[in-house]
């Protein structure tokens, strides 16, 4: 059990550290630009809702924008509004008169018969592209998924690429019932919104996975892990209310920290089933109701504690955090073919600017690795670039910030930092210098995971 409390505090970092709240900032130079976007106040013609419900709308709207890592928006002025709005609503103004203002995009959006309309101008090719009749309902919680599914659309439609907006997050919030510490599972929007608990009654959780979903679905099932019967045991359940979760694997001993690869067929995980903190690789099938064959423990070394595994994007490879060398760094191993010998599986150490390293989180595209490293006496978020072999720095500031886990974009991450209240969520991007706080109310919330594409 001692191995197993060292393991826990290797991989999450301290769980009870707390320090005053201040902004984030992200300390690397940012990847590129973003550029000016400007994003008219909705045109009320007739929209069935009240001028303060259309605000909301466009404010939900704004802060996509503002936060897809590609985009910001201009602040609203006559001047625009004389240029975008001068004639009808097809018409957005000339790409010279917004070029003199320094605007890029200009977004323009007229409600109507409980239905919104988009007009979208690219000043630079001059291109429009037009969107109609998305259906709204006057309940915000559904409305507010209609208009991050609008800037996503926006997003695909400026930029050629997936937009954020339209993923959800897990995570945990800690709480006390009957002077017991619980830890209960939640999923929300990207932006923190519609949050809902996944599930209750299920003792301490953490570390909750989505098992990635079939081609052109959404995920429908997650990994946890639940200390409901005492020891650690890694267990399956549906996003679906109603569900019972049921024991991912039937093996002895403590089971921790799931990490499942892009391919769905293998789970790896930690395990002291030998008597040791040690890396274990599964055969997974969510058809055939879990784990599937016999475990293979694929990395051990003597009196080492192993934690916190991550595939990459081709499930080839394995990050992991182990302290065979002293403190907790992160290392990287090629998954072995089964029957390997475990004294013929070498390991390469990725982190070496910092001592203390822990909870790696492969990039979906396979160029990055975000991790937490303790940075002056504070844990902060570096990234490690293969494509450069080299170590960045991410966040600085008081908290101490841990988990990251990747956006489907290869571009945003969210984790979880201290501050006075507690524990919350922030997610940053590589293209902007601040990190937003997006968790609300009470409890600790921990242990982000972001929706797979």
Known sequence: ?????????????????????????????????????????????????????????EHVL?????????TYTVKQSPERDAIANGGTFESLGTP??????????????????????????????????????????????QDRRKIHQIADTIHKTLFGTEGIATTKLLYTIKRKENNKDLSDIYEAD???SNARQVLRGYGY???????????????????????????????????KEG??????????????MPAINKDRDKVAFISDYTANPDLFLQGFSLEEGGSVGKPQQVYSTHQATQGTPSFNPEGTQIAFVSNKDGSPRIYVIDIPEPGTKLKDIRACLITKHNKESTAPAWSPDGTKLAYCSMTNGTRQIWIYDFTKKEERQLTQGPGNKENPAWAPNNLHLIFNSTG????????VNLNQ?????????????????????
């Open 433 to 453: 210098p601040a990190a937003w706080k997006i968790s609300a109310g009470a409890g600790e919330k921990r242990f982000p995971n972001w929706e797979p594409r």
């Open 96 to 141: 010279h008169e917004w070029k003199n203002l320094n605007v890029y995009y200009v977004i323009k959006i007229r409600a109507k018969d409980k239905k919104l309309d988009i007009r979208m101008l690219a000043v630079n090719s001059n291109g429009t592209r037009s969107v109609d009749g998305i259906q709204m309902t006057g309940d915000l919680s």
């Open 205 to 239: 959780c953490v570390t909750p996975c989505y098992i990635p979903p079939k081609a052109g679905f959404n995920s429908g099932s997650i990994l946890f892990v639940s200390y409901k019967t005492g020891q650690s045991k890694i267990f399956m359940a549906s996003l």
């Open 243 to 256: 569900g019972e979760p049921q024991r991912f694997s039937t093996l002895k001993g403590n089971q921790l």
């Open 62 to 70: 704004n802060f996509d924008l503002n936060h897809n890592g590609m």
């Open 190 to 192: 990207y932006d923190g």
């Open 420 to 427: 006075h209240d507690g524990s919350d969520l922030y997610v």
């Open 1 to 57: 059990m001692k191995l197993f409390l060292i393991l826990l505090m290797m991989a999450v970092g301290s769980l009870h550290a707390k320090s005053d709240e201040e902004q984030i900032v992200v300390k690397l130079a940012t990847e590129s630009q973003l550029m000016p976007l400007y994003l008219t106040a909705f045109q009320d013609q007739g929209a069935g809702f009240d001028s303060n419900y259309l605000r909301q709308l």
